[in-house]
């Protein structure tokens, strides 16, 4: 069964830097490699629509920013830790949110439906 968990979430000050870490375990049952899934990070404030934040993909490792974090957060994995990276910064009280990682097969998607697997999340407040 294959598992994402997120960690590094926590309160941190506006103006402030936090790395997010997604480790998958058990993607071999899917019948395929961590390698070749793309890593989408998400974020649900309450009361708002999960949105999508960033993706990277498995096949050339292209990525993708939403217009809100673009020049402030930064996508990366690797492969060899089958972990994938949100590094955060500059980090606004609008960023406070649930993140979560996601994955699916091939490329990129701001679906949530499109993902096959989820993590439960790890909570980013950002306040004073």
């Known amino acids: 069964q294959p598992q994402l968990v997120e960690s590094g979430g926590g309160l941190v000050q506006p103006g402030g830097s936090l790395r997010l870490s997604c480790t998958a375990s058990?993607?071999?049952?899917?019948?395929?490699?961590?390698?070749?899934?793309?890593l989408t990070w998400f974020r649900q404030a309450p009361g708002k629509e999960r949105e999508a934040v960033s993706c990277?993909?498995?096949?050339?490792?292209?990525?993708n920013y939403a217009d809100s974090v673009k020049g402030r957060f930064t996508i990366s994995r690797d492969n060899v830790k089958n972990t994938v990276y949100l590094q955060m910064n500059s980090l606004k009280p609008e960023d406070s949110a649930v993140y979560y990682c996601?994955?699916?097969?091939?490329?990129?998607?701001?679906?949530?439906?499109?993902?096959?697997?989820w993590g439960e999340g790890t909570l980013v407040t950002v306040s004073s």
């Open positions: 996601a994955a699916r097969f091939h490329s990129c998607s701001n679906h949530r439906n499109d993902m096959n697997y």
């Open positions: 058990g993607f071999t049952d899917s019948g395929f490699t961590f390698e070749v899934y793309t």
């Open positions: 990277i993909r498995g096949e050339d490792i292209v990525t």
